[in-house]
């Protein structure tokens, strides 16, 4: 057996595990995110609450709309960096609100801005403090496919932080937050510009690169079966 044919049988079979591997990861993908669009769905459907749910039920209640009286906190605001717009960079505004009768703090995301030629300009984010109602659906802060670190804490507000935690908000607000964000409604007044949808890859993109990884699959194994044939009729 020549030394190409012993490469041919031995890499094969791995690189056609690999293909597979792959094709059924992005089938798993498409699964994941298929339950996310469906349970975000479900809860456009349901009703609203009215008071803050516990840190330990977010995974339950995401995406869960939200009616709170209270007042925003326009002192102390943060400028979530690196939130992209149709190509543009930019920000996400998570500003501080207080509900009535209420003792915790929730960051509502008050939409994106777009992000100034020069980073020391800042956008004009202040919000009037007074007594509002305000709807928002209950998620997660967007989180990089690689920790970054903290950010440099700059000494003035608006904060601009880049993919925070919930700890590393907290230390730069110095008082407890609810663990998860508010996306207001495009119905609520003092927002900016406001897209709201699941922060993962819809379904079919994950079963269209699926497919792909099936089809390298398949052309791999005509092309070892038609090398496998012809080495056969020349050996006769």
């Keep these: 057996m020549t030394v190409n ?12 595990a690999l293909l597979l ?16 669009y469906q ?16 840190n330990g039920d977010i995974d339950e209640f995401r995406y869960r709309s939200i009616e709170l009286q209270g007042e925003y906190l326009s002192s102390k605001q ?7 717009h149709e190509g543009r960079a930019g920000y996400h505004v998570l500003t501080p609100f207080k509900p009535n009768n209420s003792s915790e703090w ?22 009037n403090e007074a007594i509002r109602l305000v709807r928002g659906r209950v998620d997660l802060l967007p989180q990089p496919g690689l920790y970054l670190g903290e950010s440099a804490d700059s000494g003035f507000w608006p904060k601009v ?5 919930f700890d590393a908000l907290e230390a730069r607000f110095e008082s407890p ?14 927002g900016f510009l406001r897209v709201w949808a699941p922060r993962v890859l819809p379904p079919e993109r994950h079963i269209g690169y699926a497919i792909q990884w099936f089809s390298f699959a398949g052309v791999l194994a005509i092309m070892v079966i038609a090398v496998n044939v012809r080495s056969r009729i020349s050996f006769r």
Aim: proline share 4%; glycine share 6%.
């Design 5 to 16: 044919r012993i490469l041919l049988f031995v890499g094969f079979p791995l690189l056609l």
């Design 21 to 36: 591997f792959l094709g059924m990861w992005q089938l798993n993908r498409a699964e994941q995110g298929a339950s996310v």
């Design 39 to 54: 349970q975000y769905d479900e809860e456009s459907s349901r009703s609203a609450f009215t008071r803050l749910i516990p």
């Design 78 to 84: 943060f400028l979530l960096d690196s939130m992209t």
């Design 106 to 127: 929730v960051l509502v995301n008050r939409g994106w801005v777009e992000a100034n030629a020069d980073r020391e300009v800042l956008p004009q984010v202040l919000v």
């Design 161 to 165: 932080m880049l993919f925070p935690t």
């Design 177 to 190: 937050l609810m663990h998860y964000q508010l996306l207001l409604d495009a119905g609520s007044s003092d």
